[in-house]
């Protein structure tokens, strides 16, 4: 018999007691590794002494392939209104509270352009969903908290941070963070690096940061290498920086620099970086936003 027979005769039989997946018997797989399957809880239970190790090692391996995995994009994805890619730099982007749209300074500064040639106030207001400009941002922010929108939960949570309220944060950001926000992720990665609302813990602190590095949270990614480096795993470092760098994020870029420097970073694997770094730049260039750099330097 071959070994591709045995495993085959293998995944049809409960690891711990060897019984026989048939009729009313229904084996279910090793939710962490995917290796082994079982026919009860118990027998699980029973195996794990055996099975712990390999299952460790094999979980490592399947975690590391999506961590390692290059994203498509950065989680801030396209702007909604010229459908071009967002920049990673915060200072390229307005966050609007009344519609929970991250919309790129091009836009924006289109909107304001045409407000300024227009007399009919009416007029004046958000360019996603046109509602009025307000300084109750505050108030529709927490509109939008009581249906659970990711983004609203995230801004609540950053209020209460900066007043000092660590323990509201931290539960405002875990509620976004279950809702798939990549930034809650990030930031409760601090907090539990920090012990800030919640117990220092590592493990919990690099989860989150996978996390929203998965997710494409370049500053998550950028932060990952870091730690690895720290770490002394620079093979590791360098995965995260070439991924980060191909996000457009420009920290990675100085940090594989000066790993080709000193020959930690290949030649190719550098030139790779740098070209996916500039065609990520440049995806998020146009005409508009350029006149937007021009009027409105970033500070």
């Not at 071959?2 to 997946?21: L, P, R, Y």
């Not at 967002?86 to 509270?97: A, G």
């Not at 909107?111 to 307000?134: K, V, W």
């Not at 030139?271 to 970033?298: C, F, I, M, N, W």
Request: charged share 35%; hydrophobic share 30%; with cysteine.
């Amino acid at each position: 018999m071959s070994s591709t027979d045995n495993k085959e005769a293998a995944d049809m039989c409960c690891a711990s007691c060897g019984i026989a997946e048939v009729d009313d018997i229904e084996l279910k797989n090793c939710d962490a590794c995917d290796l082994v399957r079982y026919c009860s809880d118990e027998c699980q239970e029973d195996h794990r002494p055996n099975h712990e190790a390999i299952c460790k090692e094999r979980a490592a391996e399947l975690r590391d392939e999506i961590l390692f995995r290059q994203p498509e994009g950065s989680y801030l994805g396209d702007c909604p209104i010229c459908c071009l890619p967002l920049s990673v730099d915060s200072n390229k982007y307005v966050k609007y509270f009344c519609c929970s749209k991250v919309i790129c300074n091009g836009c924006t500064t289109a909107n304001m352009l045409r407000q300024l040639e227009s007399e009919d106030e009416s007029t004046h207001g958000c360019p996603f969903c046109r509602q009025p400009y307000s300084k109750s941002d505050e108030d529709r922010n927490k509109k939008r908290c009581e249906v659970n929108d990711p983004f609203a939960l995230r801004e609540e949570g950053r209020t209460h941070f900066v007043d000092g309220d660590y323990e509201r944060a931290f539960d405002y950001w875990t509620k976004a963070a279950e809702l798939g926000d990549m930034d809650a992720h990030c930031y409760l990665s601090l907090m539990y690096r920090g012990g800030q609302g919640a117990e220092k813990d590592k493990g919990k602190e690099a989860y989150h940061l996978e996390e929203a590095a998965i997710g494409g949270h370049s500053d998550a990614r950028h932060m990952l290498g870091c730690n690895e480096g720290e770490n002394g795993r620079l093979d590791r470092a360098v995965k995260h920086w070439i991924i980060a760098a191909k996000l457009g994020e420009d920290e990675s870029i100085e940090r594989l620099k000066e790993g080709f420097k000193f020959g930690y970073v290949r030649k190719e694997d550098f030139a790779s970086a740098l070209r996916g770094h500039q065609a990520a730049v440049d995806a998020t260039k146009s005409p508009q936003r350029e006149l937007a750099e021009k009027l409105v330097p970033p500070s």
